[in-house]
């Protein structure tokens, strides 16, 4: 069986990450494991790009060297555009930029007219939520789920897909566009009619935040500014790592690959960085990843290890609990957020690598 990593294109910022197609698309008709999740729940579990109504024809896709953004080459299939106008195949060249940061997902668009006259195009995107627990994913049955609610369009153009959970918690995709659309919300599909000049440029982008009740709101900012802050990120964790080179190019490239995949699971805290386990099923705080991960880069990155030192001691347990395995001074297992988790919907009987319990699990 192959795994997901050889089908699909990673993206992840703490708390938050995206499983995508290699046209930069979600197919929930596809592998289950697509969308995009934010605290254990996936908010997103189908986003679709077409031109005119059709699919898009892939050049390519890949991400950056820093695991940052995802970058996918696109391009036209034949069609007549809305001015009436043949258009051939490979005649406008769509290039998509996606990226996480601070629990909000962004894309930008750029269309590109390669023909000598102006063309009148229309995209599309098809965007649509299922709230699904991270371990209803994984394959877990659950006797009930919350209420789904329509996705709906504001009077400032937001678009808002919601969930109400059974844990009382409502969580919320809101997608802000840089220009107005046409709303199809029987069918969650949004229409962006462009006029390109010949040999002229258009543009799109869009933010979708993911918020829940009782946690702070991310501010709307713009793709651009977003993504400039991306960089000074990046310089800081890799920070934390000396420059190191060798005489074999392999082996250096080896060690800078496996430093960008390290820093790319460093997660925020309170009490500095955390490496979190690893996506899909894994981005979380694990106890003894933690440890283990410290341990082998202390002596590259002793401010890591203190880091790590210092969460684990803020987690620690301070009594005993039977029902999550807990005793005074014991680390946790891992950290749990989703609606699963915070209605007991996982026994400890069944206790396997494939499952949490409440707020955490002890070793």
């Known amino acids: ?120 195009v229309k995209l599309s995107l098809v965007i649509k939520g299922d709230f699904a627990d991270i371990f209803e994913v994984r394959g877990v049955k659950r006797k009930a789920r919350g209420r789904l609610m329509p996705l709906t369009k504001s009077e400032d153009g937001q678009l808002v897909i919601s969930y109400e959970g059974l844990d009382h918690i409502r969580r919320k ?78 082996f250096t490239h080896w060690l800078n690959r496996s430093q960008a995949d390290l820093v790319s699971l460093m997660a925020e805290t309170p009490y500095g960085k955390y490496p979190y386990a690893g996506v899909p099923w894994y981005n979380t705080a694990f106890g003894r990843d933690g440890i283990i991960t410290a341990w082998q880069t202390l002596w590259l990155a002793p401010q890591l290890s203190k880091e790590v030192l210092l969460f684990l001691a803020a987690h620690q347990a301070e009594q005993e609990d039977k029902a999550s395995d807990a005793e005074p001074g014991k680390i946790l297992h891992e950290m749990r957020n989703g609606e699963m988790v915070a209605l007991n919907e996982l026994p400890l009987k069944n206790i396997t690598e494939q499952l949490m319990l409440p707020h955490f699990s002890l070793c």
Not at 17 to 27: K, P, S, V
């Open 1 to 120: 069986m192959e795994s997901y990593e050889e089908k699909f294109n990673v993206l992840n910022h703490c708390d938050t990450f995206a499983i995508l197609n290699r046209w930069g698309n979600i197919d929930s008709g596809g592998n289950q494991i697509q969308g995009i999740y934010n605290r254990d729940t996936r908010f997103i579990n189908h986003l679709h790009l077409l031109l005119n109504g059709m699919p898009l024809d892939l050049l390519s896709s890949s991400i950056t060297e820093e695991n940052e953004t995802l970058s996918t080459d696109l391009s036209n299939p034949g069609f007549t555009s809305l001015n009436g106008i043949k258009v051939a195949a490979a005649s406008l060249h769509i290039h998509r930029s996606q990226f996480l940061k601070d629990e909000v997902f962004h894309e930008k668009l750029d269309i590109q007219n390669y023909l000598d006259h102006p063309c009148s």
């Open 173 to 250: 995709a809101i997608i802000y566009f840089s220009q107005p659309f046409e709303a199809d919300l029987a069918h969650q599909l949004l229409h962006f009619p462009l006029d390109l000049a010949a040999k002229g440029l258009g543009q799109l982008e869009y933010a979708i935040h993911f918020e829940q009740t009782g946690r702070a709101s991310q501010p709307k900012i713009a793709y651009e500014m977003a993504k400039d802050e991306l960089i000074p990120r990046l310089k800081h964790k890799n920070a934390y790592f000396p420059i190191i080179e060798t005489s074999n190019e392999q």
